[in-house]
């Protein structure tokens, strides 16, 4: 079965500082990769996926992942952030091919201080 | 609709009532999914529908939680008999297929059992 680990479980940082959560799944196959953002009071929305091709994936607001399939990581950067990226970052994964549901890690809260 | 809208928002109970949640997907999304937030936690697969069909119901936690869905649209997720550990925000998302890219979510039932 699928797992999604993320290590940083609250993060906090000043305005323009660089920004990396880590995400490691455990699938030995071909995996698709999402991050999903839920800001303060909204719901949970698509930041940036990685199906194939080029491992360095862009996502909105500045946001990318590098996928590492020798790490079998998924880590977000973003090279400073805003007082407005303060959220809970959400990791996915799901294997590609069959039914299989996304699977999601905890989440890491990032709160961005002035 | 524009988007995945859940009902209620809030949902106070005591335990041992049963509870209703339900769920309306975009419309055209064959894919629906049901996820539970507990508190400090991440997403937890519940349930997922292609079309009218569930073909996986393995993450449901126990025979007190059903989910159905009719005509393609609507589904509803039942929890009889709550318990205490059955407080969490449950989540719904669909998509246009299940091998679609993202899900997009709901904003969610808080539901809190006393």
């Known amino acids: 079965a699928q797992s999604v680990s993320q290590h940083n479980h609250h993060v906090i940082l000043s305005e323009a500082a660089s920004l990396e959560l880590g995400c490691n799944y455990s699938y030995g196959g071909t995996v698709n990769l999402f991050w999903y953002v839920q800001y303060p009071g909204q719901h949970l929305q698509l930041l940036l996926k990685?199906?194939?091709?080029?491992?360095l994936v862009k996502g909105i607001k500045g946001f990318e992942a590098e996928f590492i399939k020798s790490k079998f990581s998924f880590n977000l950067r973003k090279p400073s952030v805003q007082w407005s990226d303060t959220a809970e970052y959400f990791c996915?994964?799901?294997?590609?091919?069959?039914?299989?549901?996304?699977?999601f890690g905890k989440g890491t809260r990032l709160s961005v201080i002035a | 609709g524009a988007g995945v809208s859940q009902s209620p928002s809030n949902k106070v109970t005591e335990k041992g009532k049963d509870v209703e949640l339900r769920c309306d997907p975009i419309s055209g999304h064959t894919a629906l999914y049901w996820y539970r937030q507990r508190l400090g936690q991440g997403l937890e697969f519940l349930i997922y529908f292609q079309g009218n069909s569930a073909p996986d119901k393995s993450g449901l936690p126990s025979d007190r939680f059903s989910a159905e869905r009719t005509g393609e649209s609507v589904s509803t997720l039942t929890i009889q008999r709550t318990q205490q550990e059955d407080s969490a925000v449950y989540l719904c998302?669909?998509?246009?297929?299940?091998?679609?890219?993202?899900?997009?979510f709901g904003s969610g039932t808080q539901l809190s059992v006393l």
């Open positions: 996915a994964v799901n294997a590609n091919s069959g039914n299989t549901p996304l699977v």
């Open positions: 998302a669909s998509s246009f297929s299940f091998l679609a890219p993202g899900l997009f």
């Open positions: 990685y199906f194939s091709g080029d491992p």
